[in-house]
């Protein structure tokens, strides 16, 4: 029982963590797009690395984020059915609807690993001190790196993938015992 406790707090920690880091990506990429917007429309000089840096920045914040808010139950439900529902009642719906939930994530870090991987071997021409670098890349002036970023992706559906099931562990032991797991 303590494996399991710590189990679940590594990944309530972790989502957390992950969350947090996610407002200073989310800091980053507003002020990106202030830099951007200040230069397109005062100085008539827009980047290209501005406007590329705050969709790689808006893309990791919206894969790493998922497990934090799943941690907080912040995706979106049914209000209307489950709001009327005993605490039980809720637990009950969500270990129902779990099976939809864990058929999407699987099938979203499967997926997204085969783009992650896909991007990470790409040859794309790159080279270090004149050896090359596969990975894909940006095809702009800047032409920074694919890959790392669309790691992310499965890399923040395993989190989401972990948090789910922390969530069912609880709402099962809550069902059984009409305690919340501590």
Known sequence: MK???????????????????????????????TFEVVMRYLFNRPTNWGHELMVLLFAIFYVAAGGYAHYYRAHVRVDVIYSSLSLRGRAILDIATSVFFFLFVGVFVYTSWTFYWSSQTMEAGAEILGIPVPGERSFTDWGPAYYPVKFIMPFGGVLLLLQGIVWLIRDIHFVATGRKFT
Do not use: H, P, Q, S
């Open 3 to 33: 494996a399991l406790r710590t189990f679940m707090m590594a990944v309530d920690k972790t989502n957390i963590f992950m969350g947090k880091l996610m407002v200073g990506v989310t800091l980053l990429a507003c002020a990106v797009i």
